[in-house]
Nanobody, 119 residues
Framework: QVQLVESGGGLVQAGGSLRLSCAASGRIFSINEMGWYRQAPGKQRELVAQITSGGSTNYADSVKGRFTISRDNAKNTVYLHMNSLKPEDTAVYYC?????????????WGQGTQVTVSS
């Protein structure tokens, strides 16, 4: 069974920075995509950023230029560096990966970590 453990959330003032981490553990043959999503109260979960095994990245327009996603393949860990945070970035942030065991693909989710940005 694969587990994702997130860390790094918290309370920060607008303009501040945070770094989120997500470590995957368990029986994983190879991880394809790693990503961060967020869900604010009353809103649907949305993609924040994703990174492929080859290092290609994709960002939501709202975070481009402020957030950076990176991964350490040796540690099966993905990071989200968040700069110039805004109150509208307040949400629960979830990590998710797409991995393969043989021909089957799986997408587990982390438990979520709260990010609160005060104005």
């Amino acid at each position: 069974q694969v587990q994702l453990v997130e860390s790094g959330g918290g309370l920060v003032q607008a303009g501040g920075s945070l770094r989120l981490s997500c470590a995957a553990s368990g029986r994983i043959f190879s991880i394809n995509e790693m990503g961060w999503y967020r869900q604010a109260p009353g809103k649907q979960r949305e993609l924040v950023a994703q990174i492929t095994s080859g290092g290609s990245t994709n960002y939501a327009d709202s975070v481009k230029g402020r957030f950076t996603i990176s991964r350490d393949n040796a540690k099966n860990t993905v990071y989200l560096h968040m700069n110039s945070l805004k109150p509208e970035d307040t949400a629960v942030y979830y990590c998710s990966i797409v991995y393969f065991n043989g021909p089957a693909a799986f997408r587990p989710w982390g438990q979520g970590t709260q990010v609160t940005v005060s104005s």
